[in-house]
């Protein structure tokens, strides 16, 4: 049987397409996922995204724990700042990519929901030589607000006290107050914002949300949104097999005086060669093996045509002449 969130019947109300999700029965769309991508390009969005893994870390060595246990440094980090970073294997390649909140007296990881299995494994084996408590908590909701007018519309909502706090936000931070948690650590290339709270506020935040005018979004347009900002996804363009450096997250590792698991077996992983990049497919088309790519001023294209315009203007452009336009 799928699991559900306690918004499940907000998403058979608004017409949903519910399909299975790691395990979870989630909304794909509600519609048109075009729609629903434009809509968090140009307005607000709402996310169910809590089948997400709350992971919470305490104990005297949670800091010691933790600067084990992960590429980044959470020495970084001060009392209500987040970040993001990778969870590497002995052979430096990536179990899961997560963000870890540092609170005032712990710390809460929110990783994927299809690696839990192992993500709380792993955590829980590596976590026998502190003196540390690992507890996943169950009785929550996540909505995610995403999109220029998220501000505006989570402000609308919550109490003025909150919506001075939420203004001062900056990006890779967040507030909590009576058992809630607000953070601006989005995911869509989009101004937003993530609720985390009780799973019995959950319904009553996903109908004020609708009322302010944000939208509710499917797991398609989320994919969509991702990719056109260039966001990796993790079973797609991350696993055990690919390293911090193939994936062009080199920017989530902290080296320098470390020890984390996996710093060693970085240097010599056998993709540390290999670099993903992003492409532009011009015009329609379907991408195949030995498909011909080119590099132009705006990056990588598939079409020779594009190519020599974009040499064209850019030559015409050093010389001072008038730019060619619908090329």
Known sequence: MLQQTPLIECHRQDGGKLVDFSGWEMPIHYGSQVEEHHQVRNHAGLFDVSHMTLVDV??????????????????????????????LNAEGGIIDDLIVYRREKDYRLVVN???????????????????????TPSDYAIIAVQGPESRKVLSAVLPERDVAALGALKPFSFFEREGALFARTGY????????????????????????????????????TLR???????????????????????????VT???DFIGQDAMATHP??????????????????????FFWTRGGWCSDERRFLADIVLWNWARAGKVVIENT
């Open 256 to 258: 320098k005086d470390r």
């Open 58 to 87: 305490s104990g005297p060595d949670q800091a010691a724990y933790l600067k084990r246990l992960l590429a980044n440094d959470i020495d970084r980090l001060d009392e209500g700042r987040a970040l993001y970073t990778a969870m």
């Open 113 to 135: 929901c299809a690696t839990k299995e192992k993500d709380v494994a792993w955590m829980r084996q590596h976590a026998d030589a502190f003196d540390v408590s690992v507890e």
């Open 188 to 223: 869509t290339g989009e101004s937003g914002f993530e609720c985390i709270v009780d799973a019995s506020e959950g319904v009553a935040l996903w109908q004020s949300l609708r009322q302010a005018g944000a939208s509710p979004i499917g797991l398609g347009a989320r994919d």
């Open 271 to 292: 993709t540390s060669g290999e670099r993903q990049i992003g492409v532009q497919l011009v015009g329609k088309g379907v991408l195949r093996a030995g498909y011909p």
């Open 227 to 253: 990719l056109e900002a260039g966001m990796n996804l993790y079973g797609q363009d991350l696993d055990e097999t690919v390293c911090p450096a193939a994936a062009n997250l080199s920017w989530t590792v």
